[in-house]
């Protein structure tokens, strides 16, 4: 090192007049820990430390090493005294949060990892970004969806490059998870708030906190500034986002109920009465819990056979990954018998069983582990009337476990599987459809569940958010339109996660709700700047092409079902310069339509799309494999009904054209109709001449014989 610059100790002083005496003992150490070789190098640091016990770079290089070695009780306890003396020093104070936060659960450690934000951000980086990514990830475990993409954007402004790109990706992904409501993914900007003059201090001191992400600091010193501008909708906004940055979600919905009724205009406040419906509805006082009942199995085989012969179990057929494991049967649990087949036919919503539970059976790990069977279900009477069902009809080959535990560390027994919200559970209402129902009966019954989930039991549920009353009560009471157009936005979120497509505006029209104003986007705006609600209202059909095409994609990232459906469906309808811009761009966009559609139960509007797509492709010289692709897509949405009058002569179609020239095509052709117990249409097939492009091609009338087997002679 030059002898004039600053000492590494952090003594402020110049290295000549500080530790140059000790700095190739310095240099020593230094190459042990390059070298990996943490237990000389504290064997080194502790011979230094007698004559120099306040030396700070020794002591932090003595907690890096101890970190090597695991050893983070013993790192904070030599952290803790230096401290005391030098409480700003950056690089402890962050080595003391690292290993705090590898002591103690998350909670525990905030305070002295917050210290270490505020303390080490503009000196240790690096260090800082590491500590805000196991903040993340806690609070992605914890389902505190906002909390943890904030820690990510720290983690995006502070991190190493590849520490940033993974954690975009990881920012992504949270985006496109369609199992997290929507108004909660992607930014959330701060709104604007000018304070009053006597508490711009204070506010100054609020906004600094959150940039070094002290959300909870910045939210306490939110709320004396509260108590100055106790009638500013922006400002308890603003503590909404804090409190949600932080995880606690119960104080962030008060403060965005507050803001609600203070917004005058009805978008913004709609906007953070949803947030706050959706925040608090995860709140364990306003879940219930999906648990699980254990049994120890004496004869797994005996169990077998008498579960498959009762007709309030119905046996799943396992997946290829389970099939490999230890699992050796699962059962759906009815609340009523099984459907005969006669009944299939006549099978209605109300007739149909409710799957009330489910039971796994597990084979034996090893000769202290026996076979086990495991119940889950919903808490309450349908787990008790799951477990009853079982236990009848196990008899003696089943014993209960009775031991509960909480396992150390965590909050919740080990019997919880899965919280949900209360409100959820009305809706999530689990029609068993017997697999042999005729394809017209499960379309049908899909439909109805759907239209009953919104039409009547939404519709006519009493929910808190609504102070008691039902959605068809509320909306004739003006008090609540904003609490009443936020619970729909609830229910879009929940439909949505399942790929539904909810017509919010139809539903507005018989609440008697506003339909929102249409947002427009100018060239140059920057669209992190709205929330995914936002985009919602964006006019995309009046955007210029430019802006049009940075919307569609930031859209499809949030894989918004209805967003994504109208701005595709305008990009493939109404925009042919973008559209011949891109072709295979384009044959994507008519294949996500597609895969919309089929998931929104439209089913012949996927079929449109898909015969939309493969005349495109046509039309722009594709590849052969591509337009395969198409007549495969289409194949696997009419396999879905065995009974489709155009499922076999596309099943022929495929064999004889695409078939002819791709083996492997008939091979896969052969096990569906193997699956769909069908008869092969090219095994009856009688081929005739055929005129295309003004000549003939004879075909053959019967079939011929090659090397023993039947083979159709085809033209080449």
Not at 120 to 139: C, K, M, N, W
Request: net charge negative; hydrophobic share 40%.
């Amino acid at each position: 090192m030059d002898s004039y610059a600053p000492c590494p100790c952090g003594s402020g002083k110049k290295l000549k007049f500080c530790c140059q005496a000790i700095l190739p003992e310095l240099t020593k150490i230094e190459r042990l820990q390059e070298n990996n070789q943490p237990r000389m190098a504290i064997q080194a640091i502790d011979k230094l430390l007698k004559d120099h016990p306040d030396h700070g770079w020794l002591i932090t290089q003595r907690a890096m090493a101890l970190f090597n070695e695991q050893r983070f009780a013993e790192a904070r306890d030599g952290l803790l005294p230096f401290l005391h003396r030098h409480q700003d020093h950056p690089l402890a104070n962050v080595l003391l949060a690292t290993a705090v936060s590898q002591l103690e659960p998350y909670p525990a450690s905030k305070k002295v990892i917050h210290r270490a934000f505020l303390k080490s951000t503009t000196s240790e980086p690096a260090l800082v970004a590491l500590l805000a990514g196991r903040i993340a990830a806690y609070h992605l475990e914890a389902s505190n969806f906002m909390a943890a993409r904030q820690h990510m954007a720290m983690v995006l402004r502070l991190g190493s490059e590849q520490e940033r790109q993974q954690t975009l990706m990881a920012m992504l992904e949270i985006d496109a998870d369609a199992s997290i409501p929507y108004p909660l993914r992607g930014a959330h900007p701060l709104p604007k708030y000018a304070p009053p003059e006597a508490a711009i201090p204070t506010y100054k001191k609020a906004m600094k906190l959150a940039a070094l992400g002290c959300f909870e600091e910045s939210a306490d010193a939110l709320e004396a500034v509260t108590q100055q501008d106790q009638e500013s909708a922006p400002l308890w906004h603003t503590l909404g986002l804090l409190r949600s940055w932080d995880g606690d979600s119960k104080r962030a919905a008060a403060a965005f109920h507050q803001a609600a009724r203070l917004y005058t205009d009805n978008a913004h406040a709609v906007t953070v009465e949803t947030l706050a419906q959706l925040l608090e509805r995860e709140l364990p006082e306003n879940t219930i819990c999906t648990r699980m009942k254990g049994y120890t199995v004496d004869s797994l085989s005996k169990l077998l056979t008498r579960l498959d012969n009762e007709d309030r179990l119905s046996r799943v057929n396992l997946d290829p990954n389970e099939q490999e494991s230890l699992v050796a049967a699962r059962y759906d649990i009815l609340d009523r018998p099984h459907p005969t087949d006669d009944e299939l036919a006549s099978l209605t919503l109300e007739s149909a069983p409710r799957i009330i539970g489910r039971v796994g059976l597990f084979d034996r790990r090893d000769e202290d582990s026996p076979a086990r069977a495991v119940i889950t279900g919903v808490e309450g009477d349908r787990l008790k009337a799951a477990a009853e069902l079982f236990e009848q009809a196990a008899g003696e080959f089943a014993t209960p476990n009775s031991d509960v535990l909480i396992p150390p560390g965590e909050t919740e027994p080990d019997d919880v599987v899965v919280r949900h919200p209360k409100d959820e559970i009305a809706l999530s209402d689990a029609v068993f459809v017997p697999p042999k129902s005729p394809s017209e009966v499960r379309r049908k019954l899909r439909q109805e569940l759907f239209q009953n989930a919104v039409n009547t039991t939404w519709m006519n549920t009493p929910q808190d958010a609504l102070g008691g009353k039902s959605p068809a009560d509320a909306k004739a009471d003006e008090s609540l339109s904003v609490p009443l157009a936020a619970s729909l936005y609830v229910l879009d979120s929940f439909l949505d996660g399942r790929d539904l497509i909810l017509d919010i505006n139809a539903l507005r029209e018989k609440l008697g709700l506003p339909i929102p104003e249409v947002i427009t986007i100018e060239p140059g705006i920057d669209l992190n700047a709205f929330t995914i609600s936002e985009l919602q209202q964006v006019g995309v059909s009046q955007l210029a092409d430019e802006v049009f095409e940075k919307v569609m994609q930031r859209i499809l990232v949030t894989k918004h079902c209805r967003h994504g459906y109208n701005v595709l469906k305008e990009f493939i309808e109404n925009r042919p310069q973008l559209l011949q811009k891109d072709i295979q761009e384009s044959l994507q966009a008519h294949a996500t339509l597609s895969e919309i559609c089929a998931h929104a139960l439209r089913d012949e509007e996927a079929l449109e799309w898909i015969e939309k797509g493969f005349q495109f492709s046509k039309a722009h010289d594709a590849p052969f494999q591509a337009q395969l692709f198409w007549k495969m897509r289409e194949l696997s949405h009419r396999a879905g009904d065995s009974s489709d009058p155009k499922l076999k002569p596309l099943l022929l179609d495929l064999w004889n054209y695409y078939g002819a020239k791709i083996p492997q095509v008939r091979e896969r052709l052969q096990e569906i109709v193997e699956v769909l117990d069908i008869d092969a249409p090219w095994d009856s097939a009688i081929l005739t001449a055929q005129t295309v492009g003004g000549g003939s091609i004879l075909t053959a009338e019967t079939e011929k014989t090659v090397s023993g087997e039947k083979k159709l002679w085809l033209p080449d």
